[in-house]
């Protein structure tokens, strides 16, 4: 049997994800300033993820995209970012959160058009096999054993 720990921290104190972005580097530079701060994995967390993620002005969270497997879940704590999606934008405010079911092809991506940070948690579930599609480049991902793997559309390698 295995003692369970209780561990609390302050999140905002939690280390910096260690590489920036896992996008090919060319890509990278489209969400240069996001900070996360992986909290999920401090605690030893396997079936999701928790970030907390601060976008200074002018950055982005992600590439607009959509999963196939994985749901994805933001909730707004500071700022004002614009979510973009298949529908188009809409500015949320703190307290307000946005959900994205898998498979339903939504993409979606928020962007820090305002002059303050924005701060908000996201979760995400680990599903192995995930396919994600970037509606707005020429970029495919898949989730392969813990790792994502970055593809041109037409299924050449970055």
């Not at 369970?4 to 990278?28: D, F, G, Q």
């Not at 979510?83 to 949320?92: P, S």
């Not at 307290?95 to 995400?124: P, Q």
Request: hydrophobic share 35%; with cysteine; charged share 20%.
């Amino acid at each position: 049997m295995t003692k369970n720990t209780l561990a609390v921290i302050h999140a905002a104190e939690a280390p910096l994800r260690a590489k920036p972005s896992v996008y090919p580097p060319m890509l990278a530079a489209r969400v240069k300033g996001r900070e996360k701060r992986p909290l999920g994995d401090l605690f030893g967390l396997t079936n999701f993820g928790v970030n907390l993620t601060r976008l200074p002005p002018g950055a982005a969270s992600s590439l607009r995209h959509a999963h196939s497997k994985q749901d994805e879940f933001v909730y707004v704590l500071q700022g004002n970012p614009t979510l973009h999606t298949n529908d188009g934008k809409q500015t949320l405010s703190p307290g307000m959160c946005a959900g994205f079911k898998a498979g339903t092809g939504n993409a979606h991506s928020l962007i820090n058009e305002t002059t303050e940070d924005v701060v908000y948690l996201e979760v995400g579930d680990r599903t192995d096999g995930d396919e994600v599609s970037y509606p707005d480049e020429d970029l495919c991902a898949r989730f392969v054993g813990g790792a994502w793997v970055f593809t041109r559309k037409d299924g050449t390698p970055y």
